[in-house]
């Protein structure tokens, strides 16, 4: 699945959690207003804690069902850093340590806020659980039905900014 994190990772699927804590930005009828401040608040350099950022995989085929669960670390993945910066426009850097061989990707990409969730390249979104100080907590989620069976994971991200 090393592959699976380096593709994802690098077309940015970052996903919704099923799982939310009170999200910084409420919900209500006027989110314009938290919108801008959590555009606001995300602002910079964010450094992603591939110690503790971690993955679950579930996939059903043919009646068996397999589980995984690891951090990003335990993936290969050494360095994440996603750069928000003003105008919607993001960089994310991720470096990958493949047996010794050190890979390092940047992508750029385009960014919207919709309430606590931030939409990037108008397709994959990472909602924002907490953002509390220098401490950011992402999390993201993606099902995918198969004709013979179901692929799902989330991802939960603790960033902290720079």
Same mark, same amino acid.
């Given at each position: ?22 999200? !910084? ?37 043919? *009646?068996?069902? !397999? ?8 993936? *290969?993945? !050494? ?84």
């Amino acid at each position: 699945t090393k592959t699976f994190i380096a593709l994802m990772l690098s077309f940015v699927a970052l996903m919704i959690s099923c799982k939310k804590d009170d999200p !910084v930005i409420p919900d209500g009828t006027d989110t314009s207003d938290e919108q801008h401040d959590l555009a606001q608040l995300i602002l910079g350099t964010w450094d992603i804690d591939v110690n503790v950022s971690t993955m679950h995989e579930e996939e059903s085929f043919n *009646g068996e069902t !397999v589980i995984e669960d690891y951090t990003l670390l335990e993936e *290969g993945m !050494v360095e994440c850093q996603f750069i928000f910066r003003e105008g919607g426009k993001m960089t994310m850097i991720t470096v990958y340590d493949e047996n010794g061989q050190i890979q390092r990707y940047a992508d750029e990409l385009n960014y919207d806020i919709v309430d606590n969730t931030i939409v990037l390249d108008g397709s994959e979104t990472m909602v924002v659980t907490s953002i509390e100080g220098s401490r950011m907590i992402l999390d993201e989620h993606q099902t995918t039905t198969y004709s013979d069976g179901v692929y799902s994971w989330d991802m939960h991200l603790v960033c902290d900014k720079q």
